[in-house]
């Protein structure tokens, strides 16, 4: 089996590199400077116990591949990127491609599925970090990350099986699963404080904004018939398999939609996280004002290339209020 990663970014450029350090048939797909950097100088990866440069092979489209029966394509690509990815592969890769999604939300594997037939949700909790061309920081050891993994939306067979045990012999924790959907809306209600991460900036992740968005999903999905893991069945997963320590005497910054911003992207994945509880809520008749109010905010700064934390948690809390 080899690894095709599309996107390798934080996510993609980790699982790329450990992959690569165990031996695996690994290919990367990168694009503009990073892939520049990749291509000539290796793919720098820093944890908190060791620095090295790998030489991934690296190329800047799938084009340049040879896309075959046996390959997995590892869709890591942010979810606004998505749909931009499949038409690459579409030209170049047979329906029966295998394609799983290691991205944040829930849409990218129906988007999948519409132009291929086998198509893998995972699950990621992997704390990376990107910020600069060439390099990928991975913060946890000596378990890199949480990638569970199952056919969309429900259902295993052998490839899925094949994916968790090779990602589980390189340093991630990866278990099959019949239910990956579950874990997925799990994890979004999660990623609901990533809006307010970069609305107001690190120090807000653990306040009542994101306490308010995530009871807000949760009335949501609940409203909606959803099925998803609770914070119980989250917590029993997770354990203590995770240890962050410091990069460089450095602890670790925001998670992937401040980082967005902290790169000047241009753009953010906030549309498919928080505002997947906006359209959902919207389509059962549930309001989502805090939701709302932060997929709009989070929006604002990506289209005017501003950094995280433009405002502070009271000043969003009073905006809410004056609504």
Request: hydrophobic share 45%; aromatic share 4%.
């Given at each position: 089996?080899?690894?095709v990663v599309?996107?390798?970014?934080?996510?993609g450029?980790v699982?790329?590199?450990?992959?690569?350090?165990?031996?695996?048939d690994v290919?990367?797909?990168a694009?503009g400077?990073?892939?520049?950097?990749?291509?000539?100088?290796?793919?720098?990866?820093?944890t908190?116990?060791?620095?090295?440069?790998?030489?991934?092979p690296?190329?800047e489209?799938?084009a340049?591949?040879?896309?075959?029966?046996?390959?997995?394509?590892?869709?890591?690509?942010?979810?606004q990127d998505?749909?931009?990815a499949?038409?690459?592969?579409?030209?170049?890769?047979?329906?029966?491609?295998?394609?799983?999604?290691g991205?944040n939300?829930?849409?990218?594997?129906?988007v999948?599925?519409?132009s291929?037939?086998?198509?893998?949700g995972?699950c990621?909790?992997?704390p990376?970090?990107?910020?600069s061309?060439?390099?990928v920081?991975a913060?946890?050891s000596?378990?890199?990350?949480?990638?569970?993994?199952?056919?969309?939306p429900?259902?295993?067979?052998?490839?899925a099986?094949?994916?968790a045990s090779?990602?589980s012999g390189?340093t991630?924790?990866?278990?099959?699963?019949?239910?990956?959907a579950r874990?997925?809306?799990?994890?979004?209600?999660?990623?609901l404080?990533?809006?307010?991460?970069?609305?107001?900036?690190?120090s807000a992740r653990?306040?009542?904004?994101?306490?308010r968005?995530?009871?807000?999903?949760?009335?949501v999905?609940?409203?909606?018939g959803?099925?998803?893991v609770?914070?119980d069945?989250?917590?029993?997963?997770?354990g203590e398999l995770l240890?962050?320590a410091?990069i460089?005497?450095?602890?670790?910054?925001?998670?992937?939609?401040?980082q967005?911003l902290?790169?000047?992207?241009g753009?953010?994945?906030?549309?498919y996280?928080?505002g997947?509880?906006?359209?959902?809520?919207?389509?059962c008749?549930?309001?989502?004002p805090?939701n709302?109010?932060?997929?709009?905010?989070?929006?604002q700064?990506?289209m005017?290339?501003?950094?995280?934390?433009a405002w502070?948690?009271?000043?969003?809390?009073a905006?809410l209020?004056e609504?």
């Amino acid at each position: 089996m080899r690894i095709v990663v599309f996107g390798a970014g934080a996510i993609g450029g980790v699982i790329g590199a450990r992959l690569f350090q165990q031996g695996h048939d690994v290919a990367l797909i990168a694009r503009g400077a990073h892939y520049e950097a990749v291509a000539k100088d290796g793919l720098r990866l820093e944890t908190p116990t060791e620095t090295v440069t790998l030489r991934v092979p690296v190329v800047e489209s799938p084009a340049a591949l040879s896309l075959g029966k046996d390959d997995v394509v590892l869709l890591t690509v942010k979810s606004q990127d998505t749909q931009g990815a499949l038409r690459q592969l579409l030209e170049v890769a047979p329906p029966a491609t295998a394609i799983a999604c290691g991205q944040n939300g829930v849409e990218n594997e129906r988007v999948a599925l519409r132009s291929f037939e086998h198509v893998y949700g995972m699950c990621v909790m992997c704390p990376a970090t990107h910020l600069s061309p060439g390099a990928v920081r991975a913060s946890s050891s000596p378990v890199t990350g949480l990638l569970d993994v199952g056919c969309w939306p429900r259902g295993l067979d052998d490839r899925a099986r094949e994916l968790a045990s090779i990602l589980s012999g390189a340093t991630f924790d990866s278990v099959a699963r019949d239910d990956i959907a579950r874990w997925k809306w799990g994890k979004l209600l999660m990623n609901l404080g990533n809006a307010v991460e970069a609305v107001c900036g690190e120090s807000a992740r653990g306040g009542v904004l994101v306490s308010r968005a995530v009871d807000e999903g949760v009335a949501v999905l609940e409203a909606a018939g959803i099925d998803f893991v609770g914070r119980d069945e989250d917590v029993a997963r997770r354990g203590e398999l995770l240890t962050v320590a410091p990069i460089g005497g450095a602890m670790r910054g925001g998670g992937s939609s401040w980082q967005s911003l902290a790169r000047v992207a241009g753009s953010i994945e906030t549309d498919y996280l928080t505002g997947e509880i906006v359209l959902q809520g919207r389509l059962c008749g549930v309001a989502t004002p805090v939701n709302d109010l932060l997929q709009r905010l989070a929006n604002q700064l990506a289209m005017e290339r501003r950094q995280p934390g433009a405002w502070t948690e009271d000043e969003v809390l009073a905006m809410l209020a004056e609504a």
